[in-house]
């Protein structure tokens, strides 16, 4: 049977599976009846990613109006703005270059829906913050704390940094801040009054080394969850955190952070409703009792992989569910079951994601494996 004789709602289906530009652009030149109908599709499109970067298979691509591309040349060669007139986020992972070609800010310059660019180029192209007026989102690898003035001025509601300085001054506008390696100094900007969700990352060389990721946390009164990742031997006072009644959500990834350390957070963010350690060696049985005492609030305790845990402290938590009527969920070892219990929550990484929710998108990841951007369900 000839695909001519097929009802445009078939044909309109079948379309609906292609998630490849280059197939896209091959359907496009096949007659006036592919053009009109493939045309049709294309204004829901809202995200541009590389391939096999992220979302495997049509039916994940169609379901998040995602469409893939190979080579960084194909967003000029194929014409990509008058394909997509209505891109929200393009992936720029790949392009091997410091800076854009003058075609590429070209074709960005086109885009007046763009408002979230995955720039994984380098150093930063200010030409792109200045041709796109509706960037909210931005990914790159490296910030200066010149770099991060500027940005201060665009209003962006997202960052994701692979590298930058904790002098540095940021977007009073944030709702979600990343840095995947936060070097030395202290955070002396304005306060974060809307940043929601700090993920923090940072690698202490020598040993005894002050931790000043406080300075920045201490800084953003409305924080809701935090996920704080250290590598080294640091230390850190009780006196340097600022008690936060908002935070809800805290994730600490650090192989060997002492429990009195940990202890000083803890104190310090009293309504914690989900706690996850994972992989510390330092955890005993003794610091679960102590946990369940700080934390009145607690509902999820995720101290996966920590060695020196035993059974005793599941017995433990069983126990105080029973006498004071709680419900809170534990797991230690390698646990998967906490999958099964809470479905609601995604152990699959996602460049990018639907929906501003960390225990969702986030709980259950590792730091390298938080998406680059929540888009907001309304866009």
């Known amino acids: 049977m000839s695909l001519d004789l097929l009802p445009d709602s078939c044909l309109i289906n079948i ?15 096949v007659c006036s009846r592919w053009n009109r109908l493939m045309r049709k599709l294309m204004p829901k499109v809202k995200y541009l990613i590389r391939e096999n970067c992220d979302f495997q298979g049509s039916r994940v691509a169609r379901f998040m109006d995602i469409v893939f591309y190979c080579r960084p040349r194909d967003l000029v060669k194929l014409r990509i703005m008058d394909i997509l007139p209505n891109l929200k986020i393009i992936d720029m992972t790949g392009v091997r270059r410091n800076r854009l070609s003058k075609h590429e800010i070209e074709t960005l310059k086109k885009t007046q829906s763009l408002k ?17 007026p509706n960037l909210r989102y931005l990914s790159t690898e490296y910030l200066s704390p010149a770099d991060t003035f500027a940005l201060s001025k665009i209003g962006l509601t997202q960052l994701f940094v692979g590298d930058c300085f904790m002098s540095s001054l940021f977007s009073p506008t944030l709702v979600r801040l990343h840095i995947s390696d936060c070097n030395f100094g202290t955070y002396n900007g304005p306060d974060l009054k809307n940043l929601k969700i700090l993920e923090i990352s940072a690698f202490i060389w020598s040993k005894d080394t002050p931790y000043n990721g406080f300075s920045l946390i201490n800084r953003c009164p409305a924080l809701e969850s935090v996920f704080m990742k250290i590598t080294g031997n640091f230390t850190f006072s009780q006196g340097d955190i600022v008690t936060n009644f908002n935070i809800r959500d805290f994730i600490l990834e650090s192989f060997d952070c002492e429990w009195d350390l940990i202890k000083k957070i803890l104190v310090r963010y009293p309504n914690i409703k989900h706690l996850a350690i994972r992989e510390n060696v330092k955890i005993d049985d ?6 369940i005492d700080l934390l009145p609030n607690l509902v999820l305790l995720d101290l996966r992989e920590s060695p020196q845990l035993t059974k005793q402290s599941a017995a433990y938590i069983r126990r105080y569910n029973r006498i004071h009527n709680t419900c809170i969920k534990f797991y230690y070892k390698n646990d998967v079951q906490i999958i099964c219990d809470w479905k609601t929550l995604s152990y ?11 225990m969702k998108h986030c709980f259950l990841q ?7 951007f929540m888009n907001s369900k309304d866009d």
């Open 348 to 358: 699959r990484p996602r460049r990018i994601v639907q929906g501003i929710d960390f």
């Open 15 to 29: 379309f609906s599976c292609v998630n490849s530009i280059h197939d896209i652009s091959r359907c496009l030149r």
């Open 366 to 372: 590792t730091f390298e494996q938080l998406p680059h």
């Open 286 to 291: 003794s610091c679960v009792f102590e946990i």
């Open 116 to 132: 979230g660019l995955i720039y994984r180029i380098g150093l930063f192209d200010f030409n792109v913050a200045k041709f796109c």
